[in-house]
């Protein structure tokens, strides 16, 4: 099937962010083309925390049921252990969720079960192996991109063009819009250990002296995140994979007869942290949304969540000025205006946490205790849930505002 030349909204990437505003905007029976550079969604190591907040938007879209029938483990408690024996819990048991818990799911299962949703309704179309290639302006106006499909280059013209293609978004340096990017004093190298049926549940992080490692439970293995000062990564891979599988059994020593599956260095992938924000979203027919927008720390895992919440906004402003035809530029701007101040909040949190508590976590050498003042705070009963709200829930949490489909909308 050839490729469309025009659309009402072409969106770049078919990440957490450019899938659910496909399909809202696909829901509000909006034509929308989204482009994948890639044939597939299998990724390793992709944000896969799906927390209440993206739970309570598919159950407004009627999938929630069936959303969790999909390959999941859930978690209602994360846990912080030192090496001295000290824990920390933060418990989602008490939001005010009819979901209080994180499901853990393969970021390609839920792609494809958002992009197979928005695939029912006749407005809506995925090209896989398309990589976008620029911007198309014209009189100072962006009206659409320029991609590369089955080795021809191609250009699809669109009323609105969105960039949900993630952290190095190539349509935000297309569009030169001004970025202000922060150094985040962390960053993690990211692999896999087996994991036994009989060990704990929920998300563990593991602290010890000058060490941190968060490990996911992913049912049959562990996802471990193992947390290392800003731009270490050579000095560790410089010591040896030997000396790096005992950092790893130093802070979870029930791992010492699982560190020999990892093989070589290709085990352990290696991510910079950064976390930027554009001071200006949008540009006349261009909104730059999710991770294009404001790349995220991976602390709290709230990342994908950010990118949906954006992407919820960006529907309920966008759909009825690209039913008519004609989107302006104030219009694009309202998604930033109602999107920004959460997305600061939820950084300086981030902000907070690395600066103040993993820096200093990083850099000491002896044997890590929880601050007391952390521990009276989180065992004081009107504080103790600021910090999982935060998590689960986020900052003024959108709902979908855009119409409901008729069924003659619906492809069968």
Not at 136 to 150: K, Q, S, T
Not at 191 to 207: I, K, N, T
Not at 363 to 387: F, G, H, K, N
Request: with cysteine; aromatic share 6%; net charge positive.
């Amino acid at each position: 099937m050839p490729a469309p030349s025009s659309t009402a909204c072409a969106i770049a990437g078919c990440g957490p962010a450019g899938a659910v505003l496909g399909l809202l905007l696909a829901r509000a029976g909006i034509d929308v083309v989204v482009l994948e550079k890639h044939g597939d969604f299998l990724r390793d190591f992709r944000g896969d925390t799906v927390h209440p907040s993206t739970l309570e938007l598919m159950d407004e879209l009627g999938l929630a049921g069936e959303f969790l029938k999909l390959p999941h483990s859930k978690v209602s408690r994360v846990q912080l252990q030192t090496t001295a024996g000290q824990t920390l819990a933060l418990s989602l048991e008490r939001l005010p969720t009819r979901f209080p818990f994180i499901a853990f799911m393969p970021q390609w299962d839920f792609l494809e079960f958002v992009t197979r949703h928005a695939s029912s309704f006749p407005t809506f179309k995925l090209l896989r192996n398309a990589e976008v290639t620029r911007l198309i302006e014209r009189d100072g106006v962006i009206c659409g991109l320029a991609f590369r499909h089955d080795g021809a280059e191609q250009e699809l013209h669109a009323t609105v063009t969105i960039g949900a293609d993630g952290r190095t978004a190539l349509t935000r340096q297309s569009a030169g819009l001004p970025l202000v990017e922060t150094s985040p004093p962390i960053d993690v190298l990211w692999f896999r250990v087996s994991r036994r049926a009989d060990e704990a549940e929920a998300v563990a992080g593991r602290l010890g002296p000058g060490r941190l490692m968060v490990m996911l439970n992913r049912d049959a293995y562990w996802q471990v995140a193992f947390v290392i000062a800003r731009g270490q990564a050579d000095a560790v891979r410089a010591r040896g994979l030997e000396a790096f599988r005992r950092d790893v059994v130093a802070v979870a020593p029930e791992l010492v007869d699982r560190v020999h599956e990892l093989h070589s260095w290709d085990d352990i992938k290696p991510l910079t942290v950064r976390v930027d924000r554009l001071e200006q979203w949008h540009r006349r027919g261009y909104l730059a949304i999710g991770d294009a927008a404001h790349a995220m720390s991976p602390i709290g895992g709230v990342g994908i969540n950010v990118a949906i919440q954006d992407a919820v906004v960006a529907a309920n402003v966008l759909w009825r000025p690209l039913s008519q035809g004609e989107v302006s530029e104030e219009a694009l701007a309202g998604v930033q205006r109602r999107r920004e101040r959460t997305v600061r909040l939820i950084q300086a949190f981030q902000t907070l946490v690395q600066e103040r508590f993993l820096k200093q976590a990083l850099e000491s050498q002896r044997t890590p205790s929880i601050p007391w003042l952390v521990r009276a705070l989180l065992s004081t009963p009107i504080l103790r849930d600021i910090p999982p709200r935060i998590i689960a829930l986020g900052f003024n949490r959108p709902h979908v505002e855009s119409p409901a489909p008729q069924k003659t909308m619906i492809r069968r």
